[in-house]
């Protein structure tokens, strides 16, 4: 049995349950089989085992008081996976469908998502099950002052530096902040995505979204192909699929779906931006009410098994939402590129088959990088105690997600993948951990 085959079934048996980190696991280690067989020294030092391991896992009670005087109470999560290259990194996730092994699974991505970025951050992520959808401000501040009152113990701007995610945006991280600034009673950066007013950096709301469009537009040039008249659709209606919608746009692509967890739009003249922050980002409403703004749009409920022709796919709205149905019609219709602004947002059986069919495709750690390279460009500005320009961060993160594609794809070509991205992304992050691993001794 192969050295990948063992560890696998090691991870298998050790995480019952947790499918999800298990197929993560699987995508990543089957990718390596190549550099694992040019570098014995990974298997003596037992690199493999090690990193599918956490440093530490954190579940906590996470007990509030809903507006109606009762008690409610939620587990929180914080899974410190891997700072071989820096304090943790990575974002917490407030979905009702959260629990351990998708928190892992997101960490473990977590860890070479942040190698690839080239900046000193290793891997974290955490969360809760903690619904924030039809809860008062009141009760999602209460909600995020219990969740802080355990996690402050164990976070730091040199330790672990959590950030935004499904569910916590700029109100959740600002309430975080405040209970986590009163604990302490220190002034650091040690959440990103915070308000302009207390150290956050321009341009991390669209950051995400815009490095997935810098990343997907390197990708269409190095193949002699642009971005200008394509039709994009986009899944996902919040922080990563707005901006992602706005960029693509704004590099003369034509966007028109957009979906949330109850339905999808579908714009034929292109999706109205303004409309949907206002639906989205303003009235925290359901993608339902596109239709009052543009009479001529579809509103189909359910879920989207991406049945509209287009030229680009860009699922940005969760785990495993494109699977083989999904894939099967983007083939049929002739889809050229599928980049993932989401976390693991297609199966593995989805990706052999978009690949199979020749269609590009960038996996979300290289594609959504831009979300924490520019988390990581907010902590040396809170460092410096100075600002940057939007125009200066976003120059670093389109310099940053070209250069992510072109070690991805040159990793890829090295190894004998000339063109897949999977295994570049992987090995490309792998290695940098890796090596340093080793270099820091068993620990
Ligand atoms: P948001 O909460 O802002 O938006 C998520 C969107 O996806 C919403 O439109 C939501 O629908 C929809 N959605 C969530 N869960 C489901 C589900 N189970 N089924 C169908 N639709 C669903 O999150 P983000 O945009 O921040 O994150 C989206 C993805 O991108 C996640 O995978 C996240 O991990 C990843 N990501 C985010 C980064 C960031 O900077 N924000 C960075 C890198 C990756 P509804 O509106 O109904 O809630």
């Known amino acids: ?16 349950a947790q499918p999800e980190f298990v197929q993560a696991v699987k995508e990543v280690l089957e990718s390596l089989e190549p550099v694992i067989e040019a570098n014995p020294q990974y298997q003596k030092e037992a690199i493999l085992e090690r990193i599918t391991e956490p440093e530490r896992q954190l579940m906590f009670r996470v007990p509030w008081v809903d507006d109606n005087g009762k008690v409610q109470v939620n587990r929180g999560f914080r899974i410190q996976f891997n700072s071989a ?23 473990f991505e977590q860890i070479f998502k942040n190698s690839l970025t080239g900046l000193p951050i290793g891997g974290g992520k955490g969360g809760s099950d903690f619904d924030p959808k039809g809860k008062s401000d009141r009760e999602v501040m209460a909600f995020c002052q219990s969740f802080m009152t355990e996690l402050f113990r164990h976070i730091g701007q040199d330790t672990d530096v959590p950030a935004g995610d499904i569910g916590t945006g700029a109100r959740e991280i600002g309430y975080l902040f405040g209970q986590y600034k009163r604990l302490k009673n220190q002034y650091e950066g040690v959440l990103t995505g915070k308000g302009l007013t ?23 040039k190095d193949h002699d192909m642009s ?31 957009l979906t949330d967890s109850t339905g999808w739009i579908y714009d034929a003249e292109g999706i109205d931006l ?10 925290r409403a359901r993608l339902s009410e596109y239709k009052n703004y543009r009479p001529n749009a579809e509103y189909n409920e359910g879920k989207f098994l991406w049945t509209i022709p287009c030229d680009v796919a860009l699922p940005c709205a969760t785990q495993n939402e494109l699977d083989v149905e999904g894939a099967q019609n983007l083939i ?12 693991m947002p297609t199966t593995l059986e989805a990706t052999k088959l978009l690949q199979g069919a020749g269609v590009l495709f960038v996996p979300g750690k290289a594609a959504n990088a831009g979300g924490v390279a520019t988390s990581a460009l907010e902590m040396s500005q809170n460092s410096m105690r100075l600002s940057w ?11 940053i997600m070209v250069n992510i594609y072109h070690n991805i794809a040159n990793a890829a070509k090295k190894y004998g993948f000339e063109g897949n991205y999977v295994v570049g992304a992987n090995i490309a992050g792998f290695v940098k951990v890796a090596d340093t691993m080793i270099a820091q001794g068993v620990v």
Do not use: W
């Not at 990194?89 to 997101?106: A, Y």
């Not at 303004?274 to 009235?283: L, P, S």
């Not at 049929?332 to 976390?343: F, L, M, Q």
């Open 1 to 16: 049995m192969s050295y990948v085959s063992d560890v696998l079934e090691k991870v298998i048996v050790k995480n019952p």
């Open 85 to 107: 290259i820096g304090p943790y990194k990575g974002g917490l996730r407030l979905h009702p469908s959260v629990n351990l092994g998708i928190i892992k699974f997101l960490g």
């Open 198 to 220: 207390y150290g956050g950096s321009l341009a991390r709301k669209e950051a995400t979204g815009y490095g997935l469009l810098y990343i997907t537009n390197e990708l269409m």
């Open 227 to 257: 971005l200008e008249g394509k039709t994009v659709c986009v899944s996902g209606a919040g922080n990563v699929a707005i901006y992602a919608a706005e960029k693509a746009a704004q590099l003369g692509a034509k966007v028109v779906t």
């Open 274 to 283: 303004d409309a949907v922050k206002e639906i989205k980002e303003v009235k």
């Open 332 to 343: 049929n219709n002739k889809v050229t590129a599928v980049c993932e602004g989401a976390n």
């Open 389 to 399: 320009t939007f125009e200066e961060v976003d120059q670093k993160l389109e310099g």
